[in-house]
């Protein structure tokens, strides 16, 4: 079945560092790929997406390339700040029935 | 423009007691979902809704949960007879149509707590 693996949290780094959250799928056919972000205390935001191999979703300096050779979707930001802190979700859309497949999630901690 | 919007954000209730969540999607979307998620985890699958035909069910963790969406429009999620085992957040979440990208978009869900 569909299935999203990510790296477990929490990832602690000091403000301006880089940052790499490593996201890894098992999808039938081409599923569209997501990164989600919870904030403390709010609901789920859509942070960027990818829908075919090779796109490369980005929004607020997080990007994510969609691999399909290595099945992966892995987010990164160059110089992350406290503001970032959060608990990130990467997600997958098989399109043939509509739910969204989760990974487990990965809490940021950023430290000035 | 407004987002999707869960009412109650918060609702403590006893075990045995029913009790019913309400969500309104963004107002040109047609399709919508409902998922569950326990601290920690991400969200887990509960129903779907297209306009107002509920097209997967399957995934409902028991026949205590039910969902509707009689008018196409705003949805809820009732919970009968509710166990501490379903102290979770319930999330809801829309999306339009069409389209190739089958993004969602959530709601601040609301968080039950069974005591």
Redesign the interface.
């Known amino acids: 079945g569909n299935s ?1 693996t990510q790296m477990e949290g929490p990832v602690t780094l000091s403000e301006e560092a880089f940052l790499t959250i490593n996201c890894t799928y098992t999808a039938t056919g081409y599923p ?1 790929l ?1 990164w ?1 972000v919870q904030y403390p205390g ?5 942070l960027l ?1 990818a ?1 075919k191999a090779d796109d490369k979703g980005s929004n607020k300096g997080f990007e994510a390339t969609y691999r399909k050779e290595t099945t992966s979707f892995h987010l990164e930001k160059g110089s992350v700040q406290v503001s970032d802190s959060a608990v990130y ?1 990467c ?1 997958l ?1 098989a ?1 043939s ?9 990965t809490k940021l901690i950023i430290k000035p | 423009d407004t987002g999707v919007s869960q009412d109650p954000r918060h609702k403590i209730t006893k075990r045995g007691q029913n009790v019913t969540f309400r969500c309104d999607p963004i107002s040109e979307h047609n399709r919508l979902y409902w998922y569950r998620q326990t601290l920690g985890q991400g969200p887990e699958f509960l129903t779907y809704f297209q306009n107002e035909a509920q097209l997967e069910k399957s995934r409902l963790l028991s026949d205590r949960f039910s969902a509707e969406r009689p008018k196409g429009s705003f949805s809820t999620l009732e919970i009968q007879r509710t166990e501490q085992g379903d102290s979770a957040m319930y999330l809801c979440a829309s999306s339009p149509s069409g389209g190739t990208s089958y993004e969602q978009y959530f709601g601040p869900g609301t968080r039950l707590t069974v005591t």
């Open positions: 999203v569209s997501f989600y709010e609901g789920l935001q859509l997406k829908t979700f997600a859309s399109r029935n509509y739910q969204l497949i989760w990974g487990a999630g």
